[in-house]
């Protein structure tokens, strides 16, 4: 049950003075359909109109505010030349400039002979001072029209800032204060407001330091988020740590027997992640753990080892994937190992269905399935198995907590939990995400790899990059072709990957192949297994293809319009290549007008290979105000806070959340009962439920 101090905040849009029934959806895209979304929906500018200087006066290139008569209308002999109109003060002349201006609204605006108040920014033309298309035109009665200080918000096409000020307006008015939710010292100490009090500072910024990120308002209501964030996890964390433990410890037969057949020796990572997992899982309080490695930084048999050693104890073990064609790559990784040392694996996905669905959930039950490689479908409610002593989750990133908890529930005691990520995550942001656990990282690659050019290429050369490809192809070599993510629709992404497919399968013929979100489950998968097996030697692809894909022989890949993905996307597509002993290219081919970050970012991908370094990079440029692949790095989506500016708040929220729940493990006290507003406004509640089931 959500508070009743937050009814209004969670309470429609709809009604919402300046929102109407047709604007409504507009207003729900940009920030969201509650009025908490649209409070949350901060401005990133501000426009000061308070500078009224005599027109004489007014420094040109400033934005000014100007009482002034209209003297005369100047209507253009021609329709490309601008409309203008000569007012005046008790200084100066001054002209408004129009173009394409429809002569009878200016009159209406603007009758000779009255007085109005204009605002825009002044300028000097051949030593005159002009304003082209001031931003306001109202009477004198009617200044309160025109905001002196104007917060500028992040818009989209079809709204009006001015509706959206007026939206923001009501809504401020509309929610309740709420109670503190924070240890007093710590307020008294940063000197922050309460949190209405905040809100409403950061719609009403009075001067440019005020949309800092350092702005008090703006780093308590930074806090409260990263509080709220902090604060959920504490309680995953502190829930799975309580619960009935059991100390996992193998014979190692099995382990024994797969390192033996294994054609390589691990890397000392490795070897490292592997002694860390197993004393947690010889420990009895529950395992959580995260294993953050680049991609081919070889997790996979990480994974396999710590299962089998669940096994070996008697208990069962799953791994989940985010997809169907990487549960079945882990499948085909894994069993042939485990078919030879007499352990039973079977996959369990959407797919299963019927009879066959039947059969393993009773042989799980039964506990005749040792391990179970999966996707979502593992976590349905009818699954059960005998004894799960282990649980993975690869690809980490792409699981919310919430699944992370209903798999740990598969069991009735405690289950250790391992989870795996190929996005490497900067140390400060490793809290963000999964400040309820611990963590492990796979730095050093597998001996023998050869690093990948990348080469950035402009999309103009387009003809002669197919015709380098068609060179390489020839040679043998296997290749993938991503096209590129278009924001408005999954229809125009396919579009333009189709027409790539076509425009490529007509210059190389039947090698070439196509792979998209699209397609069914099976029908991707024979087009991945004809790729594996150089049945097709050409792939083209949207980013299904982005996560895990394991095709060693691919040694070249071919980005189109790089510059539209984000630095760990970009990173995550080009570890597809590399993965063999041969020497892989990636070609990044981006279009020619693109900003400074966009190109920014191809350049750490050409000077880079380092994931680590690519994610701290990645940080650097978002803190430079373009937020990219969030959804991509696993990193939860904030709103308030800034992951690069309040980095060192989230330290100081983890302590405080645990210490909050150490002593106060039912959050019954007052601050906790505040906490557990702050939890619901932040939509944190998981961890509420937490607390309802104890
Ligand atoms: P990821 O971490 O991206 O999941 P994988 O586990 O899929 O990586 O491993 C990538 C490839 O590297 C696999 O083909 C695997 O067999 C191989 N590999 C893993 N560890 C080593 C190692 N120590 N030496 C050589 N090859 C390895
Ligand atoms: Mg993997």
Same mark, same amino acid.
């Given at each position: 049950?959500?508070?009743?101090?937050?009814?209004?905040?969670?309470?429609?849009?709809?009604?919402?003075?300046?929102?109407? $029934?047709?604007?409504?959806?507009?207003?729900?895209?940009?920030?969201?359909? !509650?009025?908490?979304?649209?409070?949350?929906?901060?401005?990133?500018?501000?426009?000061?109109?308070?500078?009224?200087?005599?027109?004489?006066?007014?420094?040109?290139?400033?934005?000014?505010?100007?009482?002034?008569?209209?003297?005369?209308?100047?209507?253009?002999?021609?329709?490309?030349?601008? %409309? $203008?109109?000569?007012?005046?003060?008790?200084?100066?002349?001054?002209?408004?400039?129009?173009?394409?201006?429809? /002569?009878? %609204?200016?009159? &209406?605006?603007?009758?000779?002979?009255?007085?109005?108040?204009?605002?825009?920014?002044?300028?000097?033309?051949?030593?005159?001072?002009?304003?082209?298309?001031?931003? %306001?035109?109202?009477?004198?009665?009617?200044?309160?029209?025109?905001?002196?200080? =104007?917060?500028?918000?992040?818009?989209?096409? +079809?709204?009006?800032? &001015?509706?959206?000020?007026?939206?923001?307006?009501?809504?401020?008015?509309?929610? *309740?204060?709420? *109670?503190?939710?924070?240890?007093?010292?710590?307020?008294?100490?940063?000197?922050?407001? /309460?949190? &209405?009090?905040?809100?409403?500072?950061?719609?009403?910024?009075?001067?440019?330091?005020?949309?800092?990120?350092?702005?008090?308002?703006?780093?308590?209501?930074?806090?409260?988020?990263?509080?709220? @964030?902090?604060?959920?996890?504490?309680?995953?964390?502190?829930?799975?740590?309580? $619960?009935?433990?059991?100390?996992?410890?193998?014979?190692?037969?099995?382990?024994?027997?797969?390192?033996?057949?294994?054609?390589?020796?691990?890397?000392?990572?490795?070897? @490292?992640?592997?002694?860390?997992?197993?004393?947690?899982?010889? @420990?009895?309080?529950?395992?959580?753990?995260?294993?953050?490695?680049?991609?081919?930084?070889?997790?996979?048999?990480?994974?396999?080892?710590?299962?089998?050693?669940?096994?070996?104890?008697?208990?069962?073990?799953?791994?989940?994937?985010?997809?169907?064609?990487?549960?079945?790559?882990?499948?085909? /990784?894994? &069993?042939?190992?485990?078919?030879?040392?007499?352990?039973?694996?079977?996959?369990?996905?959407?797919?299963?269905?019927?009879?066959?669905?039947?059969?393993?959930?009773?042989?799980?039950?039964?506990?005749?399935?040792?391990?179970?490689?999966?996707?979502?479908?593992?976590?349905?409610?009818?699954?059960?198995?005998?004894?799960?002593?282990?649980?993975?989750?690869?690809?980490?990133?792409?699981?919310?907590?919430?699944?992370?908890?209903?798999?740990?529930?598969?069991?009735?005691?405690?289950?250790?939990?391992?989870?795996?990520?190929?996005?490497?995550?900067?140390?400060?942001?490793?809290?963000?995400? %999964?400040?309820?656990?611990?963590?492990?990282?796979?730095?050093?690659?597998?001996?023998?790899?050869?690093?990948?050019?990348?080469?950035?290429?402009?999309?103009? #050369?387009?003809?002669?990059?197919?015709?380098?490809? +068609?060179?390489?192809?020839? =040679?043998?070599?296997?290749?993938?072709?991503?096209?590129?993510?278009?924001?408005?629709?999954?229809?125009?992404?396919?579009?333009?990957?189709?027409?790539?497919?076509?425009?490529?399968?007509?210059?190389?013929?039947?090698?070439?192949?196509?792979?998209?979100?699209?397609?069914?489950?099976?029908?991707?998968?024979?087009?991945?297994?004809?790729? $594996?097996?150089?049945?097709? /030697?050409?792939?083209?692809?949207?980013?299904?293809?982005?996560?895990?894909?394991?095709?060693?022989?691919?040694?070249?890949?071919?980005?189109?319009?790089?510059?539209?993905?984000?630095?760990?996307?970009?990173?995550?597509?080009?570890?597809?290549?590399?993965?063999?002993?041969?020497?892989? @290219?990636?070609?990044?081919? #981006?279009?020619?007008?693109? +900003?400074?970050?966009?190109?920014?970012?191809?350049?750490?991908?050409?000077?880079?290979?380092?994931?680590?370094?690519?994610?701290?990079?990645?940080?650097?440029?978002?803190?430079?105000?373009?937020?990219?692949?969030?959804?991509?790095?696993?990193?939860?989506?904030?709103?308030?806070?800034?992951?690069?500016?309040?980095?060192?708040?989230?330290?100081?929220?983890?302590?405080?959340?645990?210490?909050?729940?150490?002593?106060? *493990?039912?959050?019954?006290?007052?601050?906790?009962?505040?906490?557990?507003?702050?939890?619901?406004?932040?939509? !944190?509640?998981?961890?509420?439920?937490?607390?309802?089931?104890?």
């Amino acid at each position: 049950m959500r508070p009743q101090e937050l009814f209004t905040y969670f309470a429609d849009i709809e009604g919402l003075p300046g929102i109407g $029934k047709r604007t409504r959806d507009l207003f729900e895209r940009l920030a969201g359909p !509650r009025y908490r979304d649209i409070l949350f929906h901060q401005p990133i500018g501000l426009i000061d109109r308070r500078y009224r200087p005599q027109i004489a006066d007014a420094v040109p290139g400033s934005i000014v505010t100007l009482e002034v008569s209209v003297v005369a209308h100047q209507i253009p002999h021609s329709k490309r030349m601008p %409309y $203008k109109v000569v007012v005046q003060d008790d200084s100066s002349l001054l002209t408004l400039v129009f173009f394409h201006a429809r /002569s009878d %609204y200016l009159q &209406k605006q603007l009758p000779e002979g009255e007085v109005r108040i204009i605002s825009g920014k002044l300028e000097r033309f051949q030593d005159q001072p002009q304003i082209t298309h001031p931003d %306001y035109i109202v009477k004198p009665d009617a200044l309160d029209e025109l905001p002196l200080l =104007e917060p500028i918000y992040p818009m989209t096409t +079809g709204l009006s800032p &001015k509706a959206l000020r007026k939206a923001v307006a009501a809504a401020i008015k509309a929610v *309740p204060e709420l *109670p503190n939710w924070h240890d007093e010292s710590l307020i008294e100490k940063h000197q922050w407001p /309460s949190f &209405k009090v905040a809100l409403i500072a950061s719609h009403n910024p009075e001067q440019a330091e005020a949309l800092e990120a350092s702005d008090p308002a703006r780093t308590r209501l930074a806090y409260d988020e990263i509080m709220a @964030n902090q604060l959920a996890l504490a309680l995953v964390r502190d829930r799975a740590r309580r $619960k009935q433990g059991r100390e996992t410890v193998g014979d190692g037969r099995h382990i024994t027997a797969i390192r033996d057949a294994l054609p390589y020796s691990l890397t000392g990572d490795q070897e @490292n992640t592997i002694t860390e997992i197993l004393s947690d899982m010889a @420990n009895p309080a529950a395992m959580l753990r995260l294993v953050q490695g680049d991609v081919g930084s070889g997790k996979t048999i990480v994974a396999l080892i710590a299962m089998l050693t669940a096994v070996e104890s008697g208990a069962q073990a799953a791994i989940l994937a985010p997809t169907e064609i990487l549960a079945r790559q882990h499948l085909a /990784s894994i &069993k042939p190992l485990c078919d030879a040392i007499g352990v039973r694996v079977e996959i369990l996905t959407g797919r299963n269905k019927g009879k066959a669905r039947d059969a393993i959930l009773a042989d799980l039950k039964a506990g005749e399935i040792d391990m179970l490689v999966g996707t979502h479908a593992v976590i349905q409610p009818d699954v059960d198995f005998k004894d799960l002593g282990l649980a993975v989750i690869d690809e980490q990133h792409r699981f919310g907590v919430q699944q992370r908890l209903a798999l740990t529930k598969k069991a009735g005691h405690s289950v250790d939990l391992l989870a795996m990520t190929a996005t490497p995550i900067p140390r400060t942001l490793t809290l963000t995400a %999964y400040g309820d656990m611990d963590v492990s990282r796979i730095q050093e690659k597998p001996p023998g790899r050869q690093p990948i050019d990348t080469a950035v290429i402009s999309l103009d #050369r387009m003809a002669q990059v197919v015709e380098r490809i +068609g060179g390489k192809l020839a =040679e043998g070599a296997r290749v993938y072709w991503v096209c590129p993510l278009v924001e408005e629709s999954e229809q125009s992404d396919l579009a333009a990957a189709e027409d790539r497919f076509a425009h490529l399968k007509q210059k190389f013929g039947p090698q070439v192949g196509l792979v998209h979100g699209r397609m069914k489950a099976l029908e991707k998968d024979a087009v991945m297994a004809q790729f $594996k097996a150089g049945e097709i /030697s050409l792939l083209v692809a949207t980013t299904v293809i982005e996560v895990g894909v394991d095709v060693p022989e691919a040694t070249i890949m071919v980005i189109e319009h790089a510059e539209r993905f984000g630095l760990a996307q970009l990173h995550q597509l080009r570890g597809r290549v590399g993965r063999g002993t041969a020497r892989s @290219n990636c070609l990044l081919l #981006r279009s020619e007008t693109i +900003g400074q970050v966009a190109s920014d970012r191809l350049r750490i991908m050409r000077e880079s290979d380092d994931g680590f370094l690519i994610a701290e990079e990645d940080l650097r440029l978002r803190g430079a105000g373009e937020v990219l692949g969030t959804r991509q790095s696993g990193l939860p989506d904030l709103k308030l806070a800034n992951l690069y500016d309040h980095a060192e708040l989230f330290a100081t929220a983890r302590d405080d959340a645990r210490l909050v729940i150490a002593r106060d *493990p039912q959050l019954s006290s007052e601050r906790g009962k505040a906490l557990r507003i702050l939890l619901y406004l932040f939509e !944190r509640d998981e961890g509420v439920r937490l607390l309802q089931s104890g």
